[in-house]
């Protein structure tokens, strides 16, 4: 499954990376370094950590294609994220590093800065994919230093869940998500109700994560104008006052109006809303089945929109990535691969039977129309964008600056000028230009 584990799951990339010091050489078995030689089946290893109930269509695919030619064979390992993340880059180091890999885009740049992963220019183009039909936030999301090394396999943006039954009860219109911060935050502070023998409300408008989850703040400091840092890396945002405008004012609302719990896990926002404790949060289509299960009546909406007016959600991507170490052959086979997986019908298959919404934009609706959560997720895609793309530190700039100091802050929103200057004094030595 491609979620919120995963994110946590990258932590571990860092101590791995440790292993390769010194191997920038980057590196592949001897079934990635050669190829087939006159004319027989050229084969291709693929890792990755889809182990989810996203699972059975990435295996489905893999076999369709096996099937469908005689020139490329294509073994899949699927592992968990951490064991995946433990092992690949010392793997590479070793000389037996995979083919190909799919793996969160945000650990593209660990592997391209160590030159282990090439760039994927003979994947597009003449002979390979039309770059036009993938969605363009997913492919954006696999460049380093502005060349594609990775490309998107697994997709989504991330939007509003509402509690209809919730928004009823409080005498807002389920049909009527809001569309804007200020009904937002209404609508949150409407729906935050009762007080428990601790004083805390026993029903909250929302479930903000702000550790181990998917990140909300950025994408409403993304609609104030501010964020961590910019796209290609030479700005730090963190301490702007675009950023120390929204992290106290949303910072407050938790504090004070209390619309959601301080200090929430995504694991501990996902259980408010499926006991029906909360009514809205911010999440991907890897919620839909376990919501389902729990027996919540949600809708669908986009992220509202904030000050600047624009729609602006957070992208999750899983990133197709080929050994630095690939020749002619190995390249030729992974772009008949990749072909394969980006047709209409792999695509229609692959959302249908994962709530994932297609990586290509050449799927039409009606395709999806038996889906209406993935019809949904796929209408928003095209608003999306990267956490912190092309940064190898990724995950320290996440777990280590960031989650640290919105916690801090969720905890003394008077607290926000300091910490946020001190965070960006932290950033600064973790970020690297991305052009």
């Not at 290509?360 to 095209?382: G, R």
Request: hydrophobic share 35%; charged share 15%.
């Amino acid at each position: 499954m491609f979620g919120r584990h995963k994110a946590v799951a990258t932590m571990l990339v860092g101590a791995a990376a440790l292993a390769l010091a010194g191997c920038s050489s980057g590196g592949s078995s001897a079934s990635s370094s050669s190829g087939s030689g006159g004319g027989g089946t050229t084969e291709l290893t693929f890792w990755t950590g889809l182990t989810g109930p996203d699972r059975p269509a990435v295996e489905h695919i893999v076999d369709g294609f096996n099937s469908s030619q005689s020139k490329v064979h294509v073994t899949m390992q699927i592992t968990p994220w951490d064991v995946l993340y433990q092992k690949l880059l010392p793997a590479y180091g070793s000389g037996n590093g995979p083919d190909l890999i799919g793996i969160d885009s945000n650990q593209i740049p660990v592997y391209a800065s160590k030159s282990v992963i090439q760039p994927l220019d003979a994947l597009l183009g003449s002979g390979g994919v039309d770059q036009s039909t993938l969605v363009g936030p997913a492919v954006d999301a696999g460049k380093y230093k502005g060349k594609i090394y990775g490309l998107p396999i697994e997709n989504t943006p991330v939007l509003l869940y509402y509690n209809k039954k919730e928004f009823t009860a409080a005498g807002l219109d389920p049909t009527k998500p809001p569309t804007t911060w200020d009904e937002w935050i209404a609508d949150a502070k409407k729906l935050t109700t009762g007080s428990g023998p601790d004083g805390k409300p026993t029903q909250y408008g929302m479930a903000l994560g702000v550790h181990d989850t998917i990140e909300v703040l950025p994408i409403l400091m993304w609609q104030n104008g501010g964020g961590i840092a910019s796209d290609d890396g030479s700005q730090v945002l963190l301490n702007s006052d675009a950023t120390k405008k929204v992290a106290s004012q949303w910072a407050g609302l938790v504090a004070n109006d209390h619309i959601s719990p301080v200090g929430l896990s995504g694991a501990d926002a996902d259980k408010l809303i499926s006991a029906g404790t909360a009514a809205m949060e911010v999440n991907g289509p890897w919620a839909t089945t376990g919501y389902k299960n729990a027996g919540i009546d949600y809708g669908l909406a986009m992220v509202p929109t904030g000050p600047n007016g624009q729609q602006i959600t957070l992208g999750n991507t899983t990133s197709l990535a080929l050994s630095a170490k690939a020749n002619k052959a190995k390249t030729d086979a992974a772009t008949q691969f990749y072909k394969y997986w980006t047709t209409v019908d792999s695509q229609t298959y692959f959302a249908l039977n994962t709530g994932f919404p297609p990586v290509t934009s050449n799927v039409p609706d009606s395709a999806l129309a038996s889906n209406p959560d993935v019809a949904m997720f796929s209408k928003y895609a095209k608003y999306a964008r990267s956490l912190a793309p092309g940064q190898p530190n990724f995950a320290s700039i996440q777990g280590e600056v960031f989650d640290p100091a919105m916690e801090k802050i969720e905890n003394d929103p008077s607290s926000v000028n300091a910490t946020l200057d001190a965070a960006a004094n932290q950033l600064k030595s973790l970020l690297q230009k991305n052009s």
